[in-house]
């Protein structure tokens, strides 16, 4: 995806414009919602514009789930994961100790970025997204901008695993809403699972697995939470295979 836009600039094919956060397919508006919304409150008023390719995009996530953007769209994500591997070898080697944070402080950025937004009447989180930062480094090239998502890696590496992924990243939190209603889900089969727990240590936002922990699951089949990524990386690793990628509805019919 984004080596679309990448080709589409430097080929000047002029089809696929602009970036992540905002782009034109053949003159047709796609945003990012997280965007779309910041750029609204900040001008306090609904811009047709947005709104038309901020739909675009809704539908394609409520489709796929809208945390399927993080693990299979976004190009901080993919330094995240090596930054990730990089702190689990200093873990192993007793370098560096991971610091765990209240997630719940994610929720709290959001409503901040949000108000900021309204308040100032600048889009202010836009100015440190890395994913909009990587993007159009990708593009067009890196900017003075590169040094900030530097930064965030090293607190990644030294510090917090998934740091911004988990703990700022509004969103994240912006696409899970979407994801609840999205078709495409993750299914957990109760009664196929012995709980080792191999899911859980691959997942990247473990705590949408704590369901696999014995005790946990209301019913013998289950849909993960809807700040699951998608990435399948649970599916692969479930000895068992008690955890699918399936079509919620018809997955019963088949």
């Not at 034109?24 to 947005?50: C, E, P, W, Y």
């Not at 889900?185 to 727990?197: A, R, T």
Request: net charge neutral; with cysteine; aromatic share 12%.
């Amino acid at each position: 995806v984004n080596l679309l836009f990448v080709f589409s600039f430097w080929l000047d094919i002029q089809m696929l414009e602009g970036a992540l956060t905002a782009s034109r397919f053949v003159g047709f508006h796609l945003i990012d919602l997280n965007s779309a919304l910041q750029v609204m409150l900040a001008h306090k008023h609904i811009i047709t514009n947005l709104f038309i390719g901020t739909g675009t995009v809704l539908v394609l996530w409520v489709i796929f789930g809208g945390r399927t953007f993080c693990s299979w769209v976004c190009p901080y994500h993919l330094l995240a994961e090596w930054a990730e591997k990089i702190h689990l070898w200093l873990v192993a080697k007793k370098l560096v100790t991971d610091t765990p944070i209240d997630r719940r402080l994610r929720t709290v950025f959001w409503i901040v970025f949000a108000l900021l937004a309204v308040v100032t009447g600048y889009t202010v989180f836009e100015y440190i997204n890395p994913v909009g930062i990587v993007s159009r480094a990708l593009i067009y090239g890196p900017t003075v901008a590169v040094i900030w998502v530097i930064f965030l890696l090293g607190i990644e590496i030294f510090f917090s695993r998934r740091f911004w992924c988990r703990y700022v990243c509004p969103i994240g939190l912006t696409y899970g809403v979407t994801s609840a209603a999205a078709p495409l889900q993750i299914k957990y089969d109760l009664d196929k699972c012995v709980h080792e727990g191999e899911c859980r240590a691959v997942c990247l936002v473990p705590h949408v697995l704590e369901i696999t922990k014995m005790g946990y699951a209301s019913d013998t089949t289950e849909y993960i939470g809807p700040d699951c990524t998608r990435c399948g990386l649970c599916v692969d690793a479930c000895p068992q295979k008690a955890l699918s990628f399936t079509v919620r509805g018809l997955d019963k019919i088949v």
